[in-house]
């Protein structure tokens, strides 16, 4: 008979174990408890969603990290956020509630992404949505939450940088630049200035070729008479996509040119055409690209960084509002206590979700090795209940924590330790029954109690307790049991005294609080 296979957790996926575990629960409740005194209730949502409500609202940075798979002629995902799923259920279910109606959740996420520090395939999310209001006083309610959070956590030394996608966002769709490029590039702010230019372009050709450039020599047309050329494109740029199909067709007949047998005649003159149209959106991408270089320099303190972008958004004739708008969060989010010393605006900064429409942030802290490293983010979606069927236009905002960055951040001595407070060991088969009362009495008062259940010598069992880390053993025997007492061990300093029943529970909780 061949031997069993030795399976092992997939790549990328961990097994949490009971210290480790024991901590991310105490940082969910602890934050689970911060929102709720906020007035935030908590719904659990499913992890597995159609595919399709991730393809078209998250964009495809998370589409391509998608675990995503067809069952029964249906295509569903493993949830890789969950704001997308808040705002399903609430245009299925949660519309008639009166807004402003505030949630909160926690739950695990998958992203097929390369596993490193501090990043897993899957990890848990603690978070926050705020439906239903919009302007300066609901941004900064959800800026304080993000932030107050990490200080009811013991989290005081970390950095909150702002950003907003709406001046970009008006700039490019002032130029009348297709929406599939718009995407790119807003999706690629942040990258512009990390990686560069020429990254960034690259980037595009590769997902979309239709970009690449404006090489316009038509199969058909003489290389020697450019001028001609360029005439007959300035015309096919001026019609309707109709005219202009019907119009290369019939040249093409007219000049007795046949399409290769294996290539459809209509799609090889719909990609010369786009290719055409396309190359009108070459200067409007360098003026993006040079608009997003300027935009992506003004980075700092606010004091520092307003003028800056003021100056801009007069330049180019932008919406004054948000920028106004922006200030008076600021401004607000001050009278929460917040220190302005830690909050920078970034307006280079984006969060690679193509759903937020305004405000967006981060907040950072430094890992054990120094290193920065990203605790929350979140940001303003006011389009995305609209997008998903919603009856009316709801404006959103939201953010989340990552609970396995938290854990990374805080003091090791914030763990809550997951052994027995009490071990409990009936000596023989007669005191079993009286074990189990111990414990239920103990376990009342909301104390861990580990009893022992196989057949062990009293050595042995109390060297058991002991590796299992319990404070204090409580043994019962024959003498105990006729004497309606316990022998109450203290393994830290290995004293033991007879208590009887009746005050063992008082005195176990006394014992328990000296060794806090």
Do not use: W
Request: charged letters at 30%; glycine letters at 6%.
């Amino acid at each position: 008979m061949p031997s069993a296979q030795k399976i092992t957790a997939l790549r990328g996926m961990r097994d949490v174990f009971s210290a480790e575990y024991a901590r991310y629960q105490a940082i969910q409740a602890r934050l689970e408890r911060h929102l709720r005194l906020h007035s935030y209730i908590a719904i659990d949502l499913p992890i597995l969603e159609n595919t399709e409500l991730y393809l078209r609202k998250s964009g495809e940075d998370i589409a391509d990290r998608l675990y995503e798979f067809d069952f029964k002629s249906r295509r569903v995902a493993l949830r890789p956020e969950v704001t997308a799923s808040i705002l399903r259920a609430y245009v299925e279910r949660l519309q008639d509630e009166p807004l402003p109606l505030r949630i909160q959740y926690s739950g695990p996420v998958f992203r097929y992404e390369k596993p490193q520090q501090h990043r897993y395939r899957q990890f848990t999310l603690t978070g926050a949505e705020l439906l239903g209001a919009d302007g300066p006083r609901a941004d900064a309610e959800v800026l304080h939450l993000a932030c107050s959070g990490l200080e009811q956590l013991g989290v005081t030394d970390y950095s909150l940088t702002i950003g907003h996608t709406a001046l970009l966002e008006e700039f490019l769709n002032r130029l009348g630049l297709r929406k599939q490029l718009v995407n790119f590039l807003l999706r690629n702010m942040e990258n512009l200035r990390k990686r560069g230019l020429k990254a960034v372009l690259e980037s595009l050709e590769t997902i979309y070729p239709e970009f690449q450039g404006a090489a316009l020599a038509a199969e058909s047309a003489n290389a020697n008479d450019a001028e001609q050329s360029q005439r007959l494109i300035n015309v096919l740029r001026e019609m309707t996509d109709s005219e202009a199909h019907q119009a290369v067709t019939d040249f093409l007949h007219s000049l007795n040119i046949r399409i290769a047998a294996n290539r459809d005649e209509g799609e090889v003159i719909e990609r010369l055409l786009r290719k055409i149209r396309e190359d009108q959106q070459a200067p409007k991408l360098q003026l993006a690209l040079d608009f997003m270089q300027r935009l992506g320099d003004l980075a700092g303190a606010p004091a520092d960084v307003l003028p800056g972008a003021r100056a801009l958004a007069e330049e180019f004739d932008l919406d004054r509002d948000i920028l106004m708008s922006l200030e008076r969060t600021l401004n607000c989010l001050a009278e929460y206590g917040e220190s302005p010393g830690r909050t920078q605006l970034d307006f280079g900064m984006n969060r690679g979700l193509h759903y937020y429409t305004g405000l967006i942030f981060e907040l950072h802290a430094a890992a054990p090795d120094g290193e920065p490293i990203q605790l929350a983010g979140g940001g303003r979606y006011d389009n995305l209940v609209s997008t998903l069927g919603g009856s009316e236009p709801t404006p959103a905002a939201g953010f989340a924590y990552g609970i396995e960055r938290l854990d990374s951040v805080l003091p090791s001595d914030n763990d809550r330790s997951p052994e027995p407070a009490v071990f409990v060991i009936p000596v023989a088969e007669e005191d079993y029954a009286a074990g189990i009362g111990i414990a239920a009495d103990l376990r009342a008062q909301g104390i861990a109690v580990e009893m022992s259940i196989v057949d062990r010598t009293l050595r042995r069992s109390l060297r058991h307790a002991d590796r299992r880390g319990a404070a204090l053993v409580v043994i019962i025997g024959e003498d105990e049991r006729r004497q309606r007492a316990a022998i109450l061990r203290d393994m830290r300093s290995h004293q033991e005294r007879q208590v009887g029943l009746a005050d063992l529970t008082r005195i176990v909780v006394e014992r328990l609080s000296e060794h806090e």
